[in-house]
T-cell receptor, first 114, second 114 residues
Framework: NAGVTQTPKFQVLKTGQSMTLQCAQD?????MSWYRQDPGMGLRLIHY???????DQGEVPNGYNVSRSTTEDFPLRLLSAAPSQTSVYFC?????????????FGSGTRLTVV | TQLLEQSPQFLSIQEGENLTVYCNSS?????LQWYRQEPGEGPVLLVT?????EVKKLKRLTFQFGDARKDSSLHITAAQPGDTGLYLC??????????????FGTGTSLTVIP
């Protein structure tokens, strides 16, 4: 089925370790975003991209890096994991800049940093 | 910075009752979206409203965008157990030079008891 695929679904890291959360979409969407979801905080924007080679920071970018070398892929890198990065991470894509384009979300990656 | 506040945070009702969920902000948004999220999954788009005062109906769900485009409401008539989930509003705000980005509310967790 077409959509947004995130891997892994679950991950446990030790403080200081690095890792990459993978995100791929097959809908040829230009816009892709990474959000983290914490209890009582809703979804907060980490980084986003409006096309291959173009990325920008969201609300909570510290500790995370992104790159967009292709339209399909938008990986999120944790440079040195900290317990404060324990969260559920969602990747999402949308077809364009117009307001009526809704996001298609992946099923999420649940990350625990110990 | 949390731009959108939702109320109530939790809601538990009996099947057949009506309910309203509110999404409020001091910021003006160019459009607003509502999503529903089930456990272990990403949010799924329900509706987008783009004009101040706009009302949209989706079966038993009625969505309204405030005249000043700062607030929105979701009304469910005759709630059913299948309506159970986390309801999220998301406002579109001009972000830098790269176009609109959506900022999510804190969420309303709805439980409909059979």
């Amino acid at each position: 089925n077409a959509g947004v695929t995130q891997t892994p679904k679950f991950q446990v890291l030790k403080t200081g370790q690095s890792m990459t959360l993978q995100c791929a979409q097959d809908m040829n969407h230009e816009y892709m975003s990474w959000y983290r979801q914490d209890p009582g905080m809703g979804l907060r924007l980490i980084h986003y991209s409006v096309g291959a080679g173009i990325t920008d920071q969201g609300e909570v970018p510290n500790g995370y890096n992104v790159s967009r070398s292709t339209t399909e892929d938008f990986p999120l890198r944790l440079l040195s994991a900290a317990p404060s990065q324990t969260s559920v991470y969602f990747c999402a894509s949308r077809g364009g800049p117009r307001d009526n384009y809704g996001y298609t979300f992946g099923s999420g990656t649940r990350l625990t940093v110990v | 910075t949390q731009l959108l506040e939702q109320s109530p945070q939790f809601l538990s009702i009996q099947e057949g009752e009506n309910l309203t969920v509110y999404c409020n902000s001091s910021s003006v948004f160019s459009s607003l979206q509502w999503y529903r999220q089930e456990p272990g999954e990403g949010p799924v788009l329900l509706v987008t409203v783009v004009t101040g005062g706009e009302v949209k109906k989706l079966k038993r769900l009625t969505f309204q965008f405030g005249d000043a485009r700062k607030d929105s409401s979701l009304h469910i008539t005759a709630a059913q157990p299948g309506d159970t989930g986390l309801y999220l509003c998301a406002g579109a705000s001009i972000h830098g030079y790269t176009g609109n980005q959506f900022y999510f509310g804190t969420g309303t967790s709805l439980t409909v008891i059979p």
